[in-house]
């Protein structure tokens, strides 16, 4: 049996979280394997919309069970938060929720030294989400974090102890001024709270429903263009997400991941600072932002827009092994005169589909190809052959240029509002 995969081809909040509903009656079993409470996925059904932050999006779903994988970052706090939230649909977390023994831990002092560090660089700040996640996989990767097991050991008092001695030395040489009382009661509170659930070997424990024969979906957090090692570097996450973190963040071999779901929005959104060579600062970006709603899930921040790109969607298809497109949003375009999309780049009198090394550089300009737009109302349309057939004109060059199929299509945030090609 396989592990297939769905995540994020562009900046984020491509619509991972829905798509993860819309797929999860296919699974058994549905794992987050990298990131943490800086995502925000929605999830909309019966009228209700639901913003997950650290759970799997397979919750709601009473026959799944749901994995938080050894590559996420919980911040015990937020996860409290979160699991008072969905128990209120009358959803058995305890049941349904196992977490990694070995996920690491976001303190209270990696929060406020997130938040220093990005107010000591000013204008050169990355625009984090201010969740902790960089300070925390910096420990991770400095051998000095504290892990979920951690949280359930005789000695768990003493590392946070030394932890947060390190950060105190680390905010007073940032000036920051902060009151760690106003934050612990809260954190410890938490951690007595989570000592409930079930902390697992959760690599043990996948692995052997794998063997099984449970279907597992791994589902990304965050997008490939804001990947650690591939994204637009320093503008990026602290972690891999692409489908190799999928590996490393739930201890599955490779050879056993089947499918790659890669999922893109019809235009293109970006929240924080950093490279963004379609965005478009002008009405078409503010149309953008006002029909599709785009405000940060999680901080709430406007997010920037702009035109499909098609040489970060090839190469985030590359690097993630993708065999199957959803295309999320389109209804969002729908009375837009002409729909652009970017097909290479000039850089300096040179055409080319690749990422530069610097994509800062000033001189990147999209070169774009322009498609008629449609009109009405896509959400109501369940067959792709009644959606518009200037859509499908758009729709077939896209596939043409990525050459990989588009399999979905959603056409609204409802689970219902979603087109199987
Ligand atoms: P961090 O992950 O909070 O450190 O933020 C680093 C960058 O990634 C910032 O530009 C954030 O806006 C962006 N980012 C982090 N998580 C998400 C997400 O789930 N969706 C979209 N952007 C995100």
């Given at each position: 049996m396989k592990v297939d995969v769905v995540l994020g081809l562009?900046?984020?909040?491509?619509?991972k979280g829905k798509i993860v509903d819309v797929l999860t009656p296919k699974y058994d079993v549905v794992a987050r394997f990298q990131g943490g409470p800086n995502a925000g996925h929605s999830l909309e059904f019966g009228g209700n919309k639901y913003v997950l932050n650290?759970?799997?999006?397979?919750?709601?779903?009473?026959?799944c069970i749901n994995i938080i994988g050894n590559g996420v970052v919980v911040d015990p706090v937020q996860l409290k938060k979160e699991i008072e939230k969905a128990e209120t649909t009358g959803v058995d977390i305890r049941k349904n929720l196992y977490i990694s023994e070995k996920a690491h831990v976001i303190l209270p002092t990696h929060r406020l030294v997130d938040a220093a560090s990005e107010a000591y660089k000013g204008v050169h700040k990355v625009g984090s989400t201010l969740r902790g996640i960089s300070p925390t996989y910096q420990d991770k990767i400095g051998r000095s974090g504290l892990r979920i097991g951690d949280l359930i050991s005789p000695n768990f008092k003493s590392k946070y102890d030394t932890a947060v001695s390190n950060h105190k030395k680390l905010l007073d040489s940032l000036n920051y001024e902060y009151n760690l009382a106003d934050h612990e009661p809260a954190f410890y509170e938490a951690v007595e709270y989570l000592?409930?659930?079930?902390?697992?070997n959760t690599e043990y424990y996948v692995n052997h429903l794998i063997s099984q024969g449970k279907k597992v979906l791994a589902e990304g957090a965050q997008g490939t263009l804001l990947d650690i090692d591939f994204g637009s570097y320093p503008f990026v996450t602290s972690s891999n997400t692409i489908t190799g973190g999928a590996c490393s963040g739930l201890g599955i071999a490779p050879q056993k991941i089947n499918k790659v779901y890669g999922i893109f929005k019809a235009y293109c959104t970006r929240v924080g600072n950093g490279p963004f060579p379609t965005e478009q600062e002008n009405e078409t970006g503010e149309l953008l932002r006002k029909l599709g709603h785009e405000f940060g899930a999680t901080t709430g921040r406007p997010r920037r827009t702009g035109w499909l790109d098609l040489p970060t969607l090839k190469y985030a298809i590359m690097l993630n092994g993708v065999t199957d497109l959803i295309c999320t949003k389109s209804d969002v375009l729908s009375g837009f005169e002409t729909v652009e999309v970017c097909d290479s780049y000039d850089i300096g009198g040179t055409v080319t589909t690749e990422l530069p090394f610097?994509?800062?550089?000033?001189?990147?300009k999209p070169l774009y190809k322009s498609f008629a737009g449609w009109t009405g109302?896509?959400?109501?349309?369940?067959?792709?052959?009644?959606?518009p057939e200037t859509f499908k004109t758009y729709m077939d060059y896209v596939e043409q240029q990525i050459q990989v199929p588009v399999s979905m299509i959603s056409?609204?945030?409802?689970?219902?509002?979603t087109i199987i090609k």
């Open positions: 562009q900046w984020g909040d491509e619509g650290t759970i799997p999006s397979g919750i709601f779903h009473e026959h000592k409930q659930f079930k902390i697992v610097n994509m800062m550089d000033e001189r990147i109302n896509l959400s109501a349309i369940k067959q792709y052959a009644e959606l056409v609204g945030p409802d689970r219902e509002e």
